[in-house]
């Protein structure tokens, strides 16, 4: 089944102007080549971002930069510019049993949203959400990646998908200026939950700023049938304000480069899992989490309080057996978890990463199990301290 991009446009499209377009390809077109870019290189790339130049946007009447760019309102989101990934939108399973070729279409959409309930932020993101879509597809599949930069995009975008084998993940293949598109084929050699990412320099800019996501590689029986599965990806957000400011926040490079997040986010913004989409099962089902750290810098002790994983495949690994009856699970960056466990009682039950100074920074889910009491398993009276959370 195909990933399709969502061609409904972008409100508030502009011309951009082709000197701006110039200036940036001159700038950090010349850092092409992802992770091969030599420190001379990425330290050119800083400094062309830490210091915009001046230049014309529309009809040249007011000067552009990265603090006063239009950014457009996701599509997605009408109600509200909010860049979080529903976690139940993952394509079925696959019921097919031979290989086929699988286009996946990425659009990279830089765009102003919420990061809570007071502050917005400028992310940068892969078809409008963090993460970006959830890719499935079947080993032995042949995938054909299309990537498009919009002509109104800042920035050099690409993506390496840590589930092709070949130069870069397919980085420099899909280098692509505002305004380009390109594309490349991969052959999905190892199953398993992989993590894909933007890769121009810097990377750990493009990564914080939302360009992250996971493809799943099924294994040719594929895996075991479950009632529902789940999407969460773990990422930090570098701002020069600290956390719970309020405004518009301007993204921190110090910060980032001495690995000093002031927020923590499961699926993009503070709250995506909790008030915008949190996670809901019925008693007696077992669900599978897809757990996945963008990061850039941070790995999670990924736990689900009241809950123990009946199974954890560690390291994105599906051929391994998985481990049994697991409190916390380690992500490290760039890589996934999965995890399974059976829901026995009704309640909230809180995704966190276990290093929980990052909960009080963001970093908090929800799941909520509805049914029938079970006394036998759980069986607490009422506490009059219990305020509900
Ligand atoms: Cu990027």
């Given amino acids: 089944m195909a990933q399709t991009t969502d061609k409904s446009g972008i409100a508030a499209k502009q011309e951009v102007s082709i000197s701006r377009r110039s200036m940036l390809v001159g700038s950090l077109g010349a850092t ?14 800083h400094a062309a971002h830490a210091t915009p130049p001046k230049v014309d946007v529309g009809h040249g009447s007011h000067p552009g930069s990265l603090s006063n760019r239009i950014y457009s309102v996701n599509p997605a989101h009408p109600g509200g510019a909010d860049i ?36 917005r932020f400028r992310f940068w993101t892969f078809n409008g959400t963090v993460p970006g879509p959830f890719i499935r597809v079947r080993v032995g599949d042949t995938v054909e990646v299309h990537l498009k930069n919009p002509q109104d995009s800042w920035m050099m975008h690409n ?6 084998t070949g130069p870069g993940g397919g980085a420099t293949a899909t280098t692509a200026a505002p305004g380009e598109e390109r594309s490349f084929t ?8 992989y993590v894909y990412h933007c890769a121009v320099p810097p990377v750990a800019l493009h990564i914080a700023n ?7 590689v099924e294994p040719e029986e594929g895996l075991p049938p479950v009632d ?6 773990q990422g930090e957000i570098y701002t020069e304000e600290p956390f719970g400011s309020s405004g518009l926040l301007t993204e921190s490079y110090d910060k980032l480069l001495n690995e000093r997040p002031e927020y923590f986010v499961f699926n993009g913004h503070v709250g995506a899992l909790t008030e915008h989409y949190p996670l809901r099962a019925k008693v007696g089902e077992t669900v599978r989490i897809y757990m996945g750290v963008g990061g850039p810098n941070y790995s999670s002790a990924f736990h689900v309080i009241g809950e123990i994983f009946d199974r954890a495949y ?30 026995e009682v009704p309640g909230r039950f809180v995704l966190v990463d276990h290093a929980l100074s990052r909960a009080e920074r963001g970093l908090a889910g929800y799941l909520i199990v509805e049914g029938p009491e079970n006394p036998e398993v759980f069986n607490a009276p009422p506490n009059e301290h219990d305020s509900g959370h």
Avoid at 159 to 164: I, Q, R, S, T
Avoid at 186 to 193: C, D, E, Q, S, T
Avoid at 228 to 233: A, D, G, K, N, P
Avoid at 314 to 343: D, H, R, W, Y
């Fill in 32 to 45: 092409v080549g992802g992770l091969l870019a030599t420190d001379a290189l990425l330290a050119e790339a």
């Fill in 210 to 216: 939302g360009m992250y996501g996971l493809i799943l």
């Fill in 314 to 343: 560690q390291m994105g690994s599906v051929t391994s057996e998985p481990i049994t009856n697991v409190q916390s699970i380690l992500v490290p960056p760039g890589s996934a978890n999965i995890v399974e466990f059976k829901c």
């Fill in 159 to 164: 993506v390496d998908f840590h589930a092709a």
């Fill in 84 to 119: 979080a990934e529903n976690p139940t939108n993952i394509p079925p399973a696959i019921t097919r049993r031979e290989p086929a070729t699988v286009r996946v279409d990425l659009e990279t959409k830089e765009i102003e949203a919420n990061l809570d309930g007071k502050a």
């Fill in 186 to 193: 991969f052959k999905a050699l190892n199953p398993g939950i």
């Fill in 228 to 233: 529902r599965e789940f999407y969460v990806m």
